[in-house]
């Protein structure tokens, strides 16, 4: 089973930008899609963006279509999520996730798709 660690959350105002790493162990990652959840207070879990094993393909929720981009680096075993022109509503503990199915793109935004979850990073966008 491969483990999972978030970082790079923190508090940043309206307009600007932070990077999310996912960093994983016990597994090499290029074995795995890979997915960002982000989970505010009192909500569910919500799919914000995914990338294929390769980076071949990458998918994004419409709410952050545009402002964030998803990356990896096999080689650092990294997975990323670059968040720029952060809104309020971006608020959340945002989550990586590993998936293994052959099938994943089918099923990109579902959070059942996923098998293996970080502890997650909080991000505060202050207005």
């Known amino acids: 089973q491969v483990q999972l660690v978030e970082s790079g959350g923190g508090l940043v105002q309206a307009g600007g930008s932070l990077r999310l790493s996912c960093a994983a162990s016990?597994?090499?990652?290029?074995?795995?899609?890979m997915g960002w959840f982000r989970q505010a207070p009192g909500k569910e879990r919500q799919f914000v963006g995914a990338?294929?094993?390769?980076?071949?393909?990458?998918y994004y929720a419409d709410s952050v279509k545009g402002r964030f981009t998803i990356s990896r680096d096999n080689a650092k075993n990294t997975v990323y999520l670059q968040m720029n022109s952060l809104k309020p509503e971006d608020t959340a503990v945002y989550y990586c996730?590993?998936?293994?199915?052959?099938?994943?793109?089918?099923?990109?935004?579902?959070?059942?798709?996923?098998?293996?979850w970080g502890q997650g990073t909080q991000v505060t966008v202050s207005s």
């Open positions: 996730a590993a998936s293994s199915r052959t099938d994943v793109r089918m099923a990109v935004g579902a959070v059942g798709a996923y098998h293996s």
């Open positions: 990338i294929s094993w390769s980076g071949g393909w990458t």
């Open positions: 016990g597994r090499t990652l290029s074995n795995y899609a």
